[in-house]
Protein backbone atom coordinates (compact mmCIF):
# COMPACT_ATOMS: atom_id res chain seq x y z
CA UNK A 1 0.00 0.00 0.00
CA UNK A 2 1.56 3.64 -0.59
CA UNK A 3 2.34 5.36 1.94
CA UNK A 4 3.67 8.98 -0.06
CA UNK A 5 0.60 11.07 -1.10
CA UNK A 6 -0.28 11.15 -4.61
CA UNK A 7 0.19 14.16 -6.65
CA UNK A 8 -2.81 17.12 -5.78
CA UNK A 9 -5.48 17.22 -7.13
CA UNK A 10 -9.59 17.17 -6.82
CA UNK A 11 -10.70 14.77 -4.43
CA UNK A 12 -13.88 13.09 -3.81
CA UNK A 13 -14.42 14.52 0.03
CA UNK A 14 -11.93 16.79 2.13
CA UNK A 15 -12.56 17.60 5.58
CA UNK A 16 -10.85 21.09 6.92
CA UNK A 17 -11.24 23.08 10.15
CA UNK A 18 -10.52 20.13 12.46
CA UNK A 19 -8.34 18.75 14.84
CA UNK A 20 -7.20 15.90 13.80
CA UNK A 21 -5.98 12.91 16.20
CA UNK A 22 -4.37 10.41 13.47
CA UNK A 23 -2.86 7.81 15.87
CA UNK A 24 0.03 8.35 13.87
CA UNK A 25 3.33 8.80 15.00
CA UNK A 26 4.56 10.01 11.85
CA UNK A 27 2.18 12.93 11.81
CA UNK A 28 0.18 12.92 14.69
CA UNK A 29 -2.13 15.88 14.26
CA UNK A 30 -3.71 17.50 11.26
CA UNK A 31 -6.26 20.16 10.51
CA UNK A 32 -7.71 18.60 7.43
CA UNK A 33 -7.81 15.24 4.97
CA UNK A 34 -8.38 14.23 1.49
CA UNK A 35 -10.06 11.34 0.44
CA UNK A 36 -9.98 9.32 -3.01
CA UNK A 37 -11.88 6.44 -4.28
CA UNK A 38 -12.37 5.66 -0.23
CA UNK A 39 -8.89 6.16 0.86
CA UNK A 40 -6.62 9.27 2.43
CA UNK A 41 -4.52 10.76 0.06
CA UNK A 42 -3.31 13.74 1.72
CA UNK A 43 -3.78 15.03 5.53
CA UNK A 44 -2.29 18.57 6.18
CA UNK A 45 -3.09 21.83 7.42
CA UNK A 46 -6.41 23.90 6.40
CA UNK A 47 -4.67 26.32 4.26
CA UNK A 48 -3.33 23.37 1.37
CA UNK A 49 -6.35 22.16 1.75
CA UNK A 50 -7.62 24.07 -1.53
CA UNK A 51 -5.19 21.95 -3.73
CA UNK A 52 -7.13 19.06 -3.36
CA UNK A 53 -10.65 20.63 -3.95
CA UNK A 54 -12.70 20.62 -7.46
CA UNK A 55 -16.18 21.33 -8.93
CA UNK A 56 -17.34 17.86 -7.26
CA UNK A 57 -15.36 17.61 -4.20
CA UNK A 58 -17.75 16.93 -1.28
CA UNK A 59 -16.61 20.01 1.44
CA UNK A 60 -16.70 19.24 5.10
CA UNK A 61 -15.90 22.16 7.62
CA UNK A 62 -15.36 19.91 11.15
CA UNK A 63 -15.94 23.06 12.70
CA UNK A 64 -12.89 22.62 15.37
CA UNK A 65 -14.12 19.36 16.23
CA UNK A 66 -11.64 16.51 17.23
CA UNK A 67 -11.60 13.52 14.43
CA UNK A 68 -9.83 10.50 14.90
CA UNK A 69 -9.63 7.08 13.51
CA UNK A 70 -12.99 5.04 13.19
CA UNK A 71 -13.35 2.75 16.25
CA UNK A 72 -12.22 -1.25 15.61
CA UNK A 73 -14.40 -2.93 18.74
CA UNK A 74 -12.45 -6.16 19.19
CA UNK A 75 -14.90 -8.16 20.49
CA UNK A 76 -18.21 -7.26 19.77
CA UNK A 77 -20.79 -9.83 19.92
CA UNK A 78 -23.37 -7.84 17.73
CA UNK A 79 -25.37 -10.75 17.00
CA UNK A 80 -26.80 -11.72 20.31
CA UNK A 81 -28.37 -8.23 20.82
CA UNK A 82 -30.08 -6.74 23.02
CA UNK A 83 -33.40 -8.34 21.82
CA UNK A 84 -36.86 -6.55 21.62
CA UNK A 85 -38.87 -9.53 22.03
CA UNK A 86 -37.20 -10.22 25.79
CA UNK A 87 -37.67 -8.89 28.57
CA UNK A 88 -34.46 -6.09 29.59
CA UNK A 89 -33.67 -7.53 33.23
CA UNK A 90 -30.40 -5.13 33.04
CA UNK A 91 -30.49 -2.77 35.95
CA UNK A 92 -33.08 -5.25 38.32
CA UNK A 93 -31.07 -5.12 41.71
CA UNK A 94 -33.45 -8.04 43.13
CA UNK A 95 -35.45 -10.64 42.49
CA UNK A 96 -38.93 -8.79 43.27
CA UNK A 97 -37.69 -6.74 40.67
CA UNK A 98 -36.73 -9.50 38.39
CA UNK A 99 -40.32 -10.94 39.39
CA UNK A 100 -42.30 -7.03 38.52
CA UNK A 101 -40.58 -6.89 35.08
CA UNK A 102 -41.26 -10.29 34.13
CA UNK A 103 -44.79 -10.59 35.41
CA UNK A 104 -45.95 -6.77 33.57
CA UNK A 105 -44.52 -8.37 30.40
CA UNK A 106 -46.40 -12.02 30.37
CA UNK A 107 -49.68 -9.46 31.55
CA UNK A 108 -48.80 -7.61 28.39
CA UNK A 109 -48.76 -10.84 26.28
CA UNK A 110 -50.65 -13.51 27.88
CA UNK A 111 -50.39 -15.88 25.19
CA UNK A 112 -47.25 -16.39 24.40
CA UNK A 113 -45.77 -20.10 24.08
CA UNK A 114 -42.58 -18.40 26.09
CA UNK A 115 -41.40 -15.70 28.28
CA UNK A 116 -37.39 -15.43 27.68
CA UNK A 117 -35.51 -12.45 29.43
CA UNK A 118 -31.82 -11.10 29.14
CA UNK A 119 -29.07 -9.43 31.04
CA UNK A 120 -30.08 -10.69 34.60
CA UNK A 121 -27.51 -9.88 37.20
CA UNK A 122 -25.82 -12.68 39.46
CA UNK A 123 -26.15 -10.35 42.27
CA UNK A 124 -29.89 -9.63 42.35
CA UNK A 125 -30.06 -13.34 43.81
CA UNK A 126 -30.56 -13.35 47.35
CA UNK A 127 -27.34 -14.95 49.52
CA UNK A 128 -25.06 -14.99 46.93
CA UNK A 129 -26.50 -17.92 45.60
CA UNK A 130 -27.24 -19.16 41.66
CA UNK A 131 -30.76 -18.93 40.70
CA UNK A 132 -32.98 -21.74 40.55
CA UNK A 133 -36.56 -22.59 39.02
CA UNK A 134 -38.36 -22.13 42.13
CA UNK A 135 -37.32 -18.27 42.20
CA UNK A 136 -38.56 -18.34 38.31
CA UNK A 137 -41.99 -20.12 38.79
CA UNK A 138 -43.73 -17.36 41.24
CA UNK A 139 -43.41 -15.07 38.02
CA UNK A 140 -44.00 -17.37 35.00
CA UNK A 141 -46.42 -19.97 36.19
CA UNK A 142 -47.03 -22.89 33.87
CA UNK A 143 -45.61 -20.58 30.77
CA UNK A 144 -41.77 -21.95 29.96
CA UNK A 145 -39.31 -19.05 30.84
CA UNK A 146 -35.87 -19.08 29.58
CA UNK A 147 -33.64 -16.09 31.29
CA UNK A 148 -29.99 -15.28 29.99
CA UNK A 149 -27.52 -13.62 32.38
CA UNK A 150 -25.87 -10.37 31.69
CA UNK A 151 -22.56 -11.87 30.42
CA UNK A 152 -24.56 -15.00 28.30
CA UNK A 153 -22.63 -17.37 30.26
CA UNK A 154 -25.17 -18.80 31.51
CA UNK A 155 -28.83 -19.52 31.83
CA UNK A 156 -32.14 -19.51 33.67
CA UNK A 157 -34.88 -21.96 33.66
CA UNK A 158 -38.44 -22.31 35.50
CA UNK A 159 -39.93 -25.37 36.47
CA UNK A 160 -41.86 -25.55 32.89
CA UNK A 161 -39.35 -24.90 31.00
CA UNK A 162 -37.16 -27.60 32.83
CA UNK A 163 -40.02 -30.34 31.53
CA UNK A 164 -40.30 -28.57 27.86
CA UNK A 165 -36.57 -29.23 26.73
CA UNK A 166 -36.66 -32.72 28.68
CA UNK A 167 -34.27 -31.90 31.62
CA UNK A 168 -34.33 -34.13 34.67
CA UNK A 169 -32.03 -35.97 37.17
CA UNK A 170 -31.08 -38.32 34.24
CA UNK A 171 -30.37 -35.72 31.18
CA UNK A 172 -28.43 -32.64 32.90
CA UNK A 173 -25.43 -32.67 30.46
CA UNK A 174 -26.80 -30.72 27.02
CA UNK A 175 -26.13 -29.77 23.57
CA UNK A 176 -26.84 -25.98 25.13
CA UNK A 177 -25.17 -26.40 28.59
CA UNK A 178 -24.77 -27.99 31.87
CA UNK A 179 -27.79 -28.27 34.10
CA UNK A 180 -26.44 -27.54 37.59
CA UNK A 181 -28.00 -29.95 39.85
CA UNK A 182 -29.30 -30.27 44.08
CA UNK A 183 -26.87 -32.03 45.99
CA UNK A 184 -28.93 -33.53 48.23
CA UNK A 185 -31.93 -34.73 45.43
CA UNK A 186 -30.07 -35.11 42.42
CA UNK A 187 -32.56 -32.68 40.59
CA UNK A 188 -31.86 -29.65 38.18
CA UNK A 189 -32.28 -26.71 39.57
CA UNK A 190 -32.95 -24.36 36.54
CA UNK A 191 -29.66 -23.32 36.64
CA UNK A 192 -27.41 -24.05 33.58
CA UNK A 193 -24.07 -23.50 33.28
CA UNK A 194 -21.56 -23.15 30.37
CA UNK A 195 -24.41 -21.94 27.86
CA UNK A 196 -21.71 -19.60 26.07
CA UNK A 197 -19.64 -22.70 25.54
CA UNK A 198 -22.38 -24.71 24.43
CA UNK A 199 -25.15 -22.97 24.15
CA UNK A 200 -23.68 -20.71 21.92
CA UNK A 201 -22.42 -23.33 19.82
CA UNK A 202 -23.78 -24.85 16.27
CA UNK A 203 -25.20 -27.92 17.66
CA UNK A 204 -26.56 -25.92 20.74
CA UNK A 205 -28.07 -23.37 18.39
CA UNK A 206 -29.67 -25.90 16.64
CA UNK A 207 -30.76 -27.97 19.50
CA UNK A 208 -32.68 -24.87 21.21
CA UNK A 209 -34.53 -24.03 17.96
CA UNK A 210 -35.14 -27.42 17.44
CA UNK A 211 -36.89 -27.44 20.77
CA UNK A 212 -38.95 -24.67 20.16
CA UNK A 213 -36.87 -21.55 21.90
CA UNK A 214 -38.06 -18.46 19.92
CA UNK A 215 -34.44 -17.00 21.13
CA UNK A 216 -32.74 -18.94 18.88
CA UNK A 217 -34.94 -18.95 15.57
CA UNK A 218 -33.20 -17.19 12.98
CA UNK A 219 -35.11 -14.40 12.14
CA UNK A 220 -34.78 -13.35 16.01
CA UNK A 221 -31.00 -13.83 15.18
CA UNK A 222 -30.80 -11.83 12.38
CA UNK A 223 -33.20 -9.07 14.00
CA UNK A 224 -30.60 -8.73 17.00
CA UNK A 225 -27.46 -8.10 14.53
CA UNK A 226 -28.95 -5.63 12.73
CA UNK A 227 -30.37 -3.56 15.72
CA UNK A 228 -26.70 -4.06 16.74
CA UNK A 229 -25.32 -3.15 13.39
CA UNK A 230 -27.03 -0.13 13.34
CA UNK A 231 -25.83 1.33 16.91
CA UNK A 232 -22.22 0.18 16.02
CA UNK A 233 -21.96 2.74 13.02
CA UNK A 234 -24.36 5.01 15.66
CA UNK A 235 -21.37 4.58 18.02
CA UNK A 236 -18.58 5.16 15.38
CA UNK A 237 -17.58 1.38 15.41
CA UNK A 238 -16.18 1.94 11.65
CA UNK A 239 -14.89 -2.29 12.52
CA UNK A 240 -16.60 -4.90 14.45
CA UNK A 241 -14.99 -7.44 15.06
CA UNK A 242 -17.52 -10.73 16.27
CA UNK A 243 -15.77 -13.51 18.29
CA UNK A 244 -18.23 -16.02 18.05
CA UNK A 245 -19.93 -17.73 15.11
CA UNK A 246 -20.67 -21.25 13.77
CA UNK A 247 -20.62 -21.44 9.61
CA UNK A 248 -24.37 -21.53 9.98
CA UNK A 249 -24.21 -17.46 11.29
CA UNK A 250 -22.25 -16.47 8.54
CA UNK A 251 -25.28 -16.38 6.34
CA UNK A 252 -27.18 -13.64 9.13
CA UNK A 253 -24.08 -11.19 7.84
CA UNK A 254 -24.82 -12.27 3.82
CA UNK A 255 -28.12 -11.15 4.28
CA UNK A 256 -27.30 -7.93 6.33
CA UNK A 257 -24.65 -6.72 3.23
CA UNK A 258 -27.14 -7.84 0.81
CA UNK A 259 -29.88 -5.31 2.39
CA UNK A 260 -27.32 -2.60 3.14
CA UNK A 261 -26.78 -2.92 7.05
CA UNK A 262 -23.45 -4.11 6.99
CA UNK A 263 -22.24 -0.42 6.96
CA UNK A 264 -19.01 -1.42 9.58
CA UNK A 265 -16.49 -3.89 8.21
CA UNK A 266 -16.72 -7.06 9.93
CA UNK A 267 -14.16 -9.70 11.30
CA UNK A 268 -16.46 -12.38 12.30
CA UNK A 269 -14.06 -15.03 14.12
CA UNK A 270 -15.39 -19.22 13.72
CA UNK A 271 -16.22 -20.77 17.00
CA UNK A 272 -14.05 -24.08 17.88
CA UNK A 273 -15.76 -26.19 21.01
CA UNK A 274 -15.00 -29.18 22.26
CA UNK A 275 -15.29 -32.09 19.73
CA UNK A 276 -13.71 -29.99 16.34
CA UNK A 277 -12.65 -31.94 13.75
CA UNK A 278 -10.05 -31.88 11.46
CA UNK A 279 -12.92 -31.76 8.47
CA UNK A 280 -14.26 -28.71 10.85
CA UNK A 281 -11.49 -27.24 10.56
CA UNK A 282 -11.08 -27.61 6.51
CA UNK A 283 -14.39 -25.67 6.17
CA UNK A 284 -13.02 -23.20 8.48
CA UNK A 285 -10.48 -22.92 6.33
CA UNK A 286 -12.52 -22.22 3.29
CA UNK A 287 -14.85 -20.23 4.51
CA UNK A 288 -11.59 -17.78 5.64
CA UNK A 289 -10.95 -17.92 1.83
CA UNK A 290 -14.45 -17.54 0.69
CA UNK A 291 -14.93 -14.37 3.21
CA UNK A 292 -11.91 -12.41 2.53
CA UNK A 293 -12.53 -8.31 1.70
CA UNK A 294 -12.07 -5.20 3.14
CA UNK A 295 -15.90 -5.66 4.30
CA UNK A 296 -16.36 -9.05 5.64
CA UNK A 297 -13.40 -11.21 6.76
CA UNK A 298 -13.91 -14.50 8.29
CA UNK A 299 -10.74 -16.53 9.79
CA UNK A 300 -9.95 -16.17 13.32
CA UNK A 301 -10.60 -19.31 16.14
CA UNK A 302 -12.38 -18.17 19.03
CA UNK A 303 -11.60 -21.14 21.97
CA UNK A 304 -12.44 -21.07 25.52
CA UNK A 305 -10.23 -22.39 28.70
CA UNK A 306 -12.38 -21.45 31.32
CA UNK A 307 -15.28 -19.36 32.48
CA UNK A 308 -16.30 -16.61 34.07
CA UNK A 309 -15.30 -15.40 37.49
CA UNK A 310 -19.05 -14.34 39.15
CA UNK A 311 -20.88 -17.98 39.19
CA UNK A 312 -16.77 -19.49 39.99
CA UNK A 313 -17.15 -21.26 36.99
CA UNK A 314 -13.51 -19.32 36.06
CA UNK A 315 -9.81 -21.00 36.74
CA UNK A 316 -8.11 -19.42 39.74
CA UNK A 317 -4.57 -20.71 41.17
CA UNK A 318 -5.64 -20.11 44.63
CA UNK A 319 -9.35 -21.39 45.96
CA UNK A 320 -11.94 -18.68 45.67
CA UNK A 321 -12.41 -16.37 48.69
CA UNK A 322 -14.68 -18.21 51.63
CA UNK A 323 -13.74 -21.79 49.81
CA UNK A 324 -10.89 -24.09 51.13
CA UNK A 325 -10.66 -26.23 48.05
CA UNK A 326 -12.86 -25.00 44.97
CA UNK A 327 -10.75 -22.68 42.19
CA UNK A 328 -12.79 -23.46 39.28
CA UNK A 329 -12.02 -25.76 36.09
CA UNK A 330 -10.18 -25.59 32.72
CA UNK A 331 -12.21 -26.85 30.30
CA UNK A 332 -9.30 -28.89 29.16
CA UNK A 333 -6.09 -30.53 30.67
CA UNK A 334 -3.60 -27.69 30.67
CA UNK A 335 -1.57 -30.22 28.81
CA UNK A 336 -4.35 -31.12 25.95
CA UNK A 337 -4.66 -27.77 25.48
CA UNK A 338 -1.01 -27.04 24.91
CA UNK A 339 -1.54 -29.82 22.11
CA UNK A 340 -4.54 -28.09 21.27
CA UNK A 341 -3.08 -24.47 20.34
CA UNK A 342 0.20 -25.61 19.33
CA UNK A 343 -1.70 -28.12 16.33
CA UNK A 344 -3.99 -24.98 15.67
CA UNK A 345 -0.82 -22.79 15.46
CA UNK A 346 0.83 -24.96 13.19
CA UNK A 347 -2.04 -24.85 10.95
CA UNK A 348 -1.44 -21.08 10.76
CA UNK A 349 -4.91 -20.47 12.78
CA UNK A 350 -5.30 -17.13 15.07
CA UNK A 351 -6.74 -18.27 18.35
CA UNK A 352 -8.89 -15.74 20.31
CA UNK A 353 -8.98 -17.62 23.97
CA UNK A 354 -11.60 -16.69 26.63
CA UNK A 355 -9.99 -16.57 29.62
CA UNK A 356 -10.93 -14.59 33.24
CA UNK A 357 -8.83 -16.31 35.90
CA UNK A 358 -5.29 -16.53 36.32
CA UNK A 359 -5.07 -19.80 36.20
CA UNK A 360 -6.95 -19.94 32.87
CA UNK A 361 -4.98 -16.92 31.54
CA UNK A 362 -1.48 -19.08 32.72
CA UNK A 363 -2.54 -21.94 30.71
CA UNK A 364 -3.16 -20.19 27.80
CA UNK A 365 -0.03 -18.18 27.83
CA UNK A 366 1.89 -21.60 28.51
CA UNK A 367 -0.03 -23.09 25.07
CA UNK A 368 1.34 -19.89 23.38
CA UNK A 369 4.86 -20.75 24.89
CA UNK A 370 4.54 -24.45 23.55
CA UNK A 371 3.49 -23.61 20.14
CA UNK A 372 6.21 -21.44 19.57
CA UNK A 373 8.96 -23.99 20.97
CA UNK A 374 7.42 -26.59 18.55
CA UNK A 375 6.27 -24.88 15.81
CA UNK A 376 8.76 -21.72 15.90
CA UNK A 377 8.45 -18.16 16.67
CA UNK A 378 5.36 -16.71 14.19
CA UNK A 379 3.74 -13.63 13.99
CA UNK A 380 0.45 -15.43 15.39
CA UNK A 381 -1.23 -12.61 17.69
CA UNK A 382 -3.20 -15.30 19.45
CA UNK A 383 -5.47 -12.80 21.79
CA UNK A 384 -6.21 -13.95 25.16
CA UNK A 385 -10.01 -11.94 25.48
CA UNK A 386 -10.65 -10.23 28.89
CA UNK A 387 -7.90 -10.88 31.16
CA UNK A 388 -10.04 -10.00 34.09
CA UNK A 389 -7.70 -11.63 36.90
CA UNK A 390 -3.84 -11.76 35.96
CA UNK A 391 -0.88 -12.79 38.31
CA UNK A 392 1.65 -10.68 38.26
CA UNK A 393 4.53 -12.77 37.02
CA UNK A 394 2.25 -13.28 33.92
CA UNK A 395 2.18 -9.68 32.70
CA UNK A 396 5.42 -9.62 30.67
CA UNK A 397 4.69 -13.25 29.30
CA UNK A 398 2.86 -10.90 26.74
CA UNK A 399 5.14 -9.07 24.95
CA UNK A 400 7.49 -11.84 25.44
CA UNK A 401 5.18 -14.03 23.70
CA UNK A 402 3.70 -11.69 21.33
CA UNK A 403 0.00 -12.32 22.57
CA UNK A 404 -2.73 -9.17 22.65
CA UNK A 405 -4.73 -8.66 25.69
CA UNK A 406 -8.07 -8.26 24.37
CA UNK A 407 -9.91 -6.35 27.11
CA UNK A 408 -13.19 -4.90 27.91
CA UNK A 409 -12.91 -1.54 30.41
CA UNK A 410 -16.31 -1.68 31.14
CA UNK A 411 -15.81 -4.85 33.11
CA UNK A 412 -13.90 -3.64 36.07
CA UNK A 413 -16.09 -0.29 36.71
CA UNK A 414 -16.84 -0.78 40.18
CA UNK A 415 -20.79 -0.74 39.79
CA UNK A 416 -20.13 -3.79 37.91
CA UNK A 417 -17.15 -6.00 39.69
CA UNK A 418 -15.85 -3.88 42.50
CA UNK A 419 -16.25 -4.25 45.95
CA UNK A 420 -19.45 -5.81 47.48
CA UNK A 421 -20.16 -7.08 43.92
CA UNK A 422 -19.71 -10.79 42.85
CA UNK A 423 -16.52 -10.59 41.31
CA UNK A 424 -14.84 -8.87 43.90
CA UNK A 425 -16.32 -10.84 46.81
CA UNK A 426 -15.77 -14.07 45.15
CA UNK A 427 -11.51 -13.08 44.13
CA UNK A 428 -11.45 -11.49 47.36
CA UNK A 429 -9.65 -8.18 48.67
CA UNK A 430 -5.96 -9.90 48.35
CA UNK A 431 -6.39 -10.25 44.78
CA UNK A 432 -7.99 -6.70 43.59
CA UNK A 433 -3.97 -5.86 42.49
CA UNK A 434 -4.63 -8.37 39.97
CA UNK A 435 -8.19 -7.20 37.95
CA UNK A 436 -7.73 -5.92 35.11
CA UNK A 437 -4.08 -4.64 34.77
CA UNK A 438 -4.19 -2.15 32.03
CA UNK A 439 -1.77 0.05 33.13
CA UNK A 440 0.47 -2.69 34.23
CA UNK A 441 0.33 -4.81 30.85
CA UNK A 442 0.78 -1.74 28.78
CA UNK A 443 3.89 -0.73 30.76
CA UNK A 444 5.11 -4.04 30.28
CA UNK A 445 4.68 -3.72 26.53
CA UNK A 446 2.21 -5.75 25.68
CA UNK A 447 -0.49 -4.69 22.86
CA UNK A 448 -3.93 -3.84 24.03
CA UNK A 449 -6.96 -4.08 22.20
CA UNK A 450 -10.23 -2.24 23.66
CA UNK A 451 -13.89 -4.05 23.39
CA UNK A 452 -16.58 -3.35 24.43
CA UNK A 453 -18.24 -7.34 24.87
CA UNK A 454 -21.71 -5.77 23.93
CA UNK A 455 -24.51 -7.13 24.98
CA UNK A 456 -22.10 -7.55 28.23
CA UNK A 457 -21.73 -3.59 29.11
CA UNK A 458 -22.19 -0.83 26.69
CA UNK A 459 -21.26 -1.03 23.26
CA UNK A 460 -20.29 2.75 23.04
CA UNK A 461 -16.74 3.24 23.42
CA UNK A 462 -16.73 6.72 25.14
CA UNK A 463 -18.09 4.64 28.26
CA UNK A 464 -14.88 2.20 27.61
CA UNK A 465 -12.75 4.64 27.38
CA UNK A 466 -13.66 6.67 30.36
CA UNK A 467 -13.89 3.54 32.19
CA UNK A 468 -10.20 2.81 31.41
CA UNK A 469 -8.98 6.29 32.39
CA UNK A 470 -10.72 6.79 35.92
CA UNK A 471 -12.54 2.96 36.54
CA UNK A 472 -15.01 4.83 38.10
CA UNK A 473 -18.69 4.24 38.06
CA UNK A 474 -20.65 6.55 35.40
CA UNK A 475 -22.38 8.48 38.17
CA UNK A 476 -18.61 9.38 39.76
CA UNK A 477 -17.32 8.06 43.42
CA UNK A 478 -14.40 6.48 43.74
CA UNK A 479 -12.34 4.73 41.94
CA UNK A 480 -11.08 1.18 42.11
CA UNK A 481 -8.04 0.15 41.70
CA UNK A 482 -7.01 3.49 40.40
CA UNK A 483 -3.38 2.22 39.92
CA UNK A 484 -4.63 0.73 36.47
CA UNK A 485 -5.87 3.42 34.67
CA UNK A 486 -4.83 4.69 31.23
CA UNK A 487 -4.09 7.86 29.91
CA UNK A 488 -6.92 8.85 27.27
CA UNK A 489 -4.29 8.64 24.55
CA UNK A 490 -3.07 5.04 25.29
CA UNK A 491 -7.22 4.12 25.53
CA UNK A 492 -7.57 5.45 22.40
CA UNK A 493 -4.65 3.87 20.71
CA UNK A 494 -6.33 0.64 22.00
CA UNK A 495 -9.59 1.65 20.29
CA UNK A 496 -8.36 2.18 17.00
CA UNK A 497 -4.68 0.77 16.50
CA UNK A 498 -4.22 -1.68 19.13
CA UNK A 499 -7.49 -3.65 17.90
CA UNK A 500 -6.63 -3.06 14.21
CA UNK A 501 -3.39 -4.74 15.13
CA UNK A 502 -4.68 -7.33 17.39
CA UNK A 503 -6.63 -8.32 13.97
CA UNK A 504 -3.62 -7.83 11.08
CA UNK A 505 -5.53 -4.72 9.97
CA UNK A 506 -2.85 -2.44 10.88
CA UNK A 507 -1.63 -1.59 7.29
CA UNK A 508 -5.50 -0.92 6.77
CA UNK A 509 -6.77 0.82 9.32
CA UNK A 510 -6.12 2.24 13.00
CA UNK A 511 -4.83 5.39 12.44
CA UNK A 512 -5.06 8.51 9.81
CA UNK A 513 -2.38 8.09 7.52
CA UNK A 514 -2.19 8.35 3.75
CA UNK A 515 -2.78 5.03 1.25
CA UNK A 516 -5.40 3.64 4.78
CA UNK A 517 -8.94 3.57 4.37
CA UNK A 518 -10.93 6.78 4.97
CA UNK A 519 -12.78 5.32 8.10
CA UNK A 520 -13.04 8.31 10.67
CA UNK A 521 -15.34 9.68 13.37
CA UNK A 522 -16.24 13.72 14.47
CA UNK A 523 -16.27 13.84 17.90
CA UNK A 524 -19.31 16.31 19.52
CA UNK A 525 -16.04 16.89 21.98
CA UNK A 526 -12.42 16.84 22.48
CA UNK A 527 -12.45 13.69 24.41
CA UNK A 528 -8.58 14.09 24.92
CA UNK A 529 -8.96 17.82 26.56
CA UNK A 530 -12.38 17.92 28.25
CA UNK A 531 -12.59 16.28 32.19
CA UNK A 532 -12.92 12.80 32.37
CA UNK A 533 -16.60 12.69 33.66
CA UNK A 534 -17.31 14.56 30.40
CA UNK A 535 -16.37 11.73 28.05
CA UNK A 536 -19.36 9.55 28.08
CA UNK A 537 -21.54 12.33 27.32
CA UNK A 538 -19.63 12.44 23.57
CA UNK A 539 -21.22 11.61 20.48
CA UNK A 540 -20.21 10.51 17.09
CA UNK A 541 -21.30 13.76 14.78
CA UNK A 542 -20.07 12.16 11.91
CA UNK A 543 -18.89 8.83 11.19
CA UNK A 544 -17.34 7.87 7.46
CA UNK A 545 -16.35 4.58 6.40
CA UNK A 546 -14.16 4.65 3.19
CA UNK A 547 -14.87 8.14 2.27
CA UNK A 548 -18.55 7.80 2.65
CA UNK A 549 -20.82 9.36 5.72
CA UNK A 550 -22.69 6.40 7.07
CA UNK A 551 -23.99 8.05 10.15
CA UNK A 552 -24.98 11.86 10.91
CA UNK A 553 -26.10 12.92 14.35
Excluded at 76 to 101: E, M, P, T
Excluded at 188 to 214: M, Q, Y
Excluded at 373 to 392: F, I, K, S, Y
Aim: glycine share 8%.
Amino acid sequence: MPRTAPPAGPADLVLTGARIHTVDPDLPEAQALAVREGRLVWLGSDADAARWTGPDTEVIDAGGRLVLPGFVDAHNHVRLGSDDACVQLAGARSLDVIHQRLRSWHDAHPDAEWIEGEAFDYSAIPGGRMPTAADLDPATGDTPAFVLSYDVHTAWLNTAALRRLGIDRDHTSLPFGEAETDPATGEPTGFIKDFAVKGLSRDGHRTLRALGVPWASTDRQYGRLAKSLDDAIRFGITTVVEPQNSLDDLALFDRARAEGRLRSRIVAALFHPRGTTEADLDDFAAAARRYDDDRLRVGPLKLYIDDVVEPRTAALLEPYAGCRHHRGETFYPAADFGELLTALDARGFQCFVHATGDRGIRTVLDAVEQARTRNGPRDARHQVVHVECLDPRDTPRFAELGVVACMQPRHCAPEIAGPGKDWAENVGPDRWHKAWPMRSLHDAGAVLAFSSDWNVAEMDPMVGIYTAVTRRSLDGGAAWQPEETVDVETAVHAYTMGSAYANFLEEERGSLTVGKAADFVVLSRDILRIAPEEIPGTVAERVVVGGETVHKA
